[in-house]
Structure formats: C-alpha cells, structure tokens
C-alpha cells in the first residue's frame, strides 16, 4: 500500500510563513496527483492545493498567490510553501496522494495523518 508522513505544523502569527511537507512510501507506480486539504472540525475536507505528476498545479481561490506547491517525483514529495498565513487558514492540513490502478484506471486516494496548523495571534 501507500503511507504518507507529513511534517510542518505548527502556531504562527498572522502573516507569518509555514511550509508543510509529506513523503510518499510504498507502492507508488500509478501515482498521479499530490497535494494537500485541511479541514476544520465540524466542517468537509476541503482541496487547498494540488499538483499533477507532470507538475500542473491547482489551488483553491482562498490561497491563491499566498500558498505555493512544489513537487520532486524522484523523491515521491510534496511540498506546500505558506506564506501571509491568516487566521482563517487555521486548520488541520492533510496530504493527499491519487493512484491510478489497472486498465479501468481507478482512483484510490490515500491520506496522510495530518498536521495542525494554527495561526493566532
């Protein structure tokens, strides 16, 4: 299977920076995206960022321009660059890998344990 180990959390200031990293283990041919979400309690996982194999990136509208992907397939990682963090950003963040399985190409998601992040002045 797949096992995703994320480092990064933490408490910061407003309009501090975080940067949030995960590490792909595992069986790993087929994977296509990476990337992270968050989710505040009580509310769905919600996509922050994500980045295709072929390094195509997409964001959410709420961190474009503040939050950057980064992804080095040799080393099966993502990387999530936070800057001018918010109170709103307040969250626990989740790395997420997709694997394309089999000639029917299915989609399996796998998860990370996911990482606190707080921003509070």
């Known amino acids: 299977q797949v096992q995703l180990v994320e480092s990064g959390g933490g408490l910061v200031q407003p309009g501090e920076s975080l940067t949030l990293s995960c590490t792909a283990s595992?069986?790993?041919?087929?994977?296509?995206?990476m990337g992270w979400y968050r989710q505040v309690q009580g509310n769905q996982r919600e996509l922050v960022a994500t980045?295709?194999?072929?390094?195509?990136?997409q964001y959410s509208d709420s961190v474009k321009g503040r939050f950057t992907i980064s992804r080095d397939n040799a080393k099966n990682m993502v990387t999530l660059q936070m800057n001018n963090l918010r109170p709103e950003d307040t969250a626990v963040y989740f790395c997420?890998?997709?694997?394309?399985?089999?000639?029917?190409?299915?989609?399996?998601?796998?998860w990370g344990q996911g990482t606190q992040v707080t921003v509070s002045a």
């Open positions: 595992g069986r790993l041919v087929g994977v296509r995206d």
């Open positions: 980045m295709t194999r072929a390094g195509t990136p």
């Open positions: 997420n890998l997709v694997k394309i399985v089999g000639p029917e190409e299915y989609e399996y998601d796998y």
